[in-house]
């Protein structure tokens, strides 16, 4: 069975940094996408980085302070935050696009969540 297990979060100040990790296991046959969403209090659930292929993407809010950084071999995406805001506060997702070794098509693949505080 495929997961996706993320760690890393947790309480920082604001202009704080953290990173974190998510790394998937399981019978894998090819991941076409992966990255980080975020959903605060209230707020729909948004993404925050995520590279596909060669190119990455990030939302505007994030731009210049967060870093997406992937290692292939283990199947593992990061996310280093830097410069945090209290408004970065949020339940950080992992979201992959992959296909497992038993299924012919692409699946969306979810982590359990890691929460992330920004406060003084």
């Known amino acids: 069975q495929v997961q996706l297990v993320e760690s890393g979060g947790g309480l920082v100040q604001p202009g704080g940094s953290l990173r974190l990790s998510c790394a998937a296991s399981?019978?894998?046959?090819?991941?076409?996408?992966m990255g980080w969403y975020r959903q605060a209090p209230g707020k729909e659930r948004e993404l925050v980085a995520l590279w596909r292929g060669d190119s990455t993407n990030y939302a505007d809010s994030v731009k210049g302070r967060f870093i997406i950084s992937r290692d292939n071999a283990k199947n593992t995406v990061y996310l280093q935050m830097n410069n945090l805001r209290p408004e970065d506060t949020a339940l950080y997702y992992c979201?992959?696009?992959?296909?497992?070794?038993?299924?012919?098509?692409?699946?969306?693949?979810w982590g359990q969540g890691t929460q992330v505080t920004v406060s003084s």
């Open positions: 979201y992959a696009f992959m296909k497992e070794t038993s299924r012919r098509f692409y699946s969306d693949y």
């Open positions: 399981g019978s894998i046959r090819d991941i076409n996408a």
